[in-house]
């Protein structure tokens, strides 16, 4: 069974910082693009950041750029959100997610990525 397992999220006051984890199982992803989305309620789910296979490229929202780093450690199946200088509005259900393409571009679109974690609680208190 492929799993995507978050971990890290919590409360943070604004201006601090979390890391997250996503943990592969089931099947490695080292050769796939992998992602992080978030989500509100009432809300469309976002992207956040994406990095291609090999770490050499990455992606962000313009939301988190600057704050926001996406790395990953393909020895142990696991990437890596760092988020810093927390904003309130950075407050969601956060999602790692794999996306199908091996290619070394990277995508950003929700439709391009087939397997998705369960999501981690992220607040951001002001």
């Known amino acids: 069974q492929v799993q995507l397992q978050e971990s890290g999220g919590g409360l943070a006051q604004a201006g601090g910082s979390l890391r997250l984890s996503c943990a592969a199982s089931?099947?490695?992803?080292?050769?796939?693009?992998m992602g992080w989305f978030r989500q509100t309620p009432g809300k469309d789910r976002e992207f956040v950041a994406a990095?291609?296979?090999?770490?050499?490229?990455?992606t962000y929202a313009d939301s988190v750029k600057g704050r926001f780093t996406i790395s990953r450690d393909n020895a142990k199946n696991t990437n890596y959100l760092q988020m810093n200088s927390l904003k309130p509005e950075d407050t969601a259900v956060y999602y790692c997610?794999?996306?199908?393409?091996?290619?070394?571009?990277?995508?950003?679109?929700?439709?391009?990525?087939?397997?998705w974690g369960q999501g981690t609680q992220v607040t951001v208190s002001s």
């Open positions: 990095i291609n296979w090999n770490g050499g490229r990455t």
């Open positions: 997610a794999a996306a199908r393409t091996t290619s070394t571009a990277v995508v950003t679109a929700l439709y391009e990525y087939d397997y």
């Open positions: 089931g099947r490695t992803f080292n050769s796939n693009n």
